[in-house]
């Protein structure tokens, strides 16, 4: 709700200050009189604010980190001994005040003085000035930077010198990484890094999507343009004359099939597969996106936690919820997420495409359980979603079925299209190919 928090009726009044306190020379000291949420619109900055803060930065942390400090509003005047009519004025704090607008904050915290005009500036001075003669100390901030994943909820972006410094320091780290055999599955893969620091299990995302659903960062999901994608087949096909492999990027389904073999630095993971076969992801996202860095994966799909027809709003919306939660989990962990827009009704248009930027790189979805009755329905959910996002750069599309492309054309899709055969229509193919008529 948008409506100002009502607090309990009190008299409002300033606190004395304690008896030791030191003398006070001039006009009185600033008072705090109430600490409450304020509409924006009731405040201003201050008309003469010297300093020329970093917006965008302040505006990063109240996406991640939210609001964990009042500002300092002016509502008050001391002398006059009366409320001043609003907007008051912001005396410390205006680039919290004005990054709080920004990113469309309704309230903000704020602690509520009374002063005289010349403490006013006072205070709005000494903020300032106090900040600018403050030292730093770079060995203490790099060694709470090592303890971290999210540099940017911290305040610091990629071409900061701190943080090249602390990249140069992974890249010549002498620390052993762990052992990988390349025989191994996903799943056999260690699930720690030494040198970095270790990913939450759990981390709060704020957003203002539709119901709080996580923001996928427009900045992290690839382009697929340059790439010629077939699907993983198996290792047992990774050879054969007819895979034509070289130079090409590979669309593993995870839990599908075996990963012997696999160039995971060439791959794109997907989950379009039984649920149960990846429910363990959810429970274990740490484990699991540790074990994907390992590999060398750096393109996944957002996970497809199933949505069924028929089934409550709630619990299909949950399921998306998980789908783009661990999409945005992978992008802080550094890989790569392509967004998928499957959905199973119109009314899951909002939970769909919640969080999704405008015209992304690439959208993908899956389409290879779909039959010809699913066609009008499935192209409407697919067209509404568009209408919303607008056209990706490119769209993959797992299922290469006339009843797939029947839902692309009439959805109204005008980038490019890859279609990738299913895993197991693929090894038909293959066999087919080969002459081999027995099964496997």
Not at 66 to 71: A, D
Not at 149 to 157: L, N
Not at 249 to 262: D, P, T, V
Request: aromatic letters at 8%; a negative charge.
């Amino acid at each position: 709700m948008n409506a100002e928090p009502k607090l309990p009726a009190r008299k409002r009044r300033a606190v004395a200050p304690k008896d030791d306190a030191l003398p006070v020379t001039g006009p009185p000291q600033a008072a705090i009189l109430d600490t409450r949420l304020v509409p924006v619109g009731d405040l201003t900055t201050y008309e003469k604010n010297p300093n020329m803060g970093d917006v965008d930065r302040i505006a990063k942390s109240l996406r991640k980190n939210g609001q964990y400090r009042s500002i300092v509003v002016w509502m008050h005047d001391m002398a006059a001994g009366q409320d001043f009519t609003k907007p008051w004025q912001v005396l410390a704090g205006n680039h919290t005040f004005m990054a709080a607008k920004a990113i469309g904050m309704t309230h903000i915290k704020c602690d509520l003085v009374s002063a005289t005009e010349e403490r006013a500036r006072s205070v709005v001075l000494v903020d300032n000035e106090a900040a600018k003669h403050a030292e730093t100390d770079d060995g203490v901030v790099l060694e709470l930077l090592r303890s971290i994943t999210d540099y940017e909820a911290a305040g610091f972006d990629p071409t900061d010198d701190l943080i090249a410094q602390l990249t140069n320091e992974a890249a010549t780290s002498t620390n052993p990484l762990p052992a990988i055999n390349a025989t191994d599955e996903l799943d056999d893969t260690p699930n720690y890094l030494p040198g970095l620091a270790e990913l939450k299990q759990s981390p709060i995302f704020t957003s203002k999507a539709y119901m709080g659903l996580p923001e996928l960062d427009p900045g992290k999901i690839p382009s697929v343009d340059m790439f010629e994608l077939v699907t993983w087949a198996g290792p047992d096909l990774v050879d054969h004359p007819t895979s034509d492999h070289d130079g090409r990027m590979w669309f593993h389904s995870y839990g599908n099939i075996s990963a012997r073999g696999l160039d995971w630095h060439r791959c794109i993971l997907s989950f379009f597969t039984d649920d149960d076969r990846f429910e363990h992801v959810w429970h274990d996202k740490r484990g699991f996106a540790t074990k994907m860095l390992n590999r060398g994966l750096t393109a996944a799909i957002e996970p497809d936690y199933s949505t069924w027809f028929g089934e409550p709003l709630a619990l299909n919306g949950y399921q998306t919820f998980r789908n783009r939660y661990m999409g945005r989990y992978f992008q802080e962990a550094g890989i790569g997420v392509i967004p998928n827009m499957n959905g199973s009704d119109r009314s899951e248009v909002p939970w769909i495409v919640a969080g999704v930027p405008d015209n992304p790189a690439t959208l993908c979805s899956q389409m290879q359980t779909f039959s010809d009755g699913d066609v009008d329905f499935r192209a409407a959910i697919l067209a509404e979603c568009l209408n919303i996002v607008g056209q990706p750069g490119t769209f993959l599309c797992y299922g290469n079925s006339r009843v797939a492309m029947a839902i692309i054309k009439r959805a109204g899709l005008t980038c490019p299209v890859v279609y990738l055969e299913p895993v197991m229509l693929r090894r038909r193919n293959f066999k087919v190919l080969a002459g081999d008529t027995g099964t496997n």
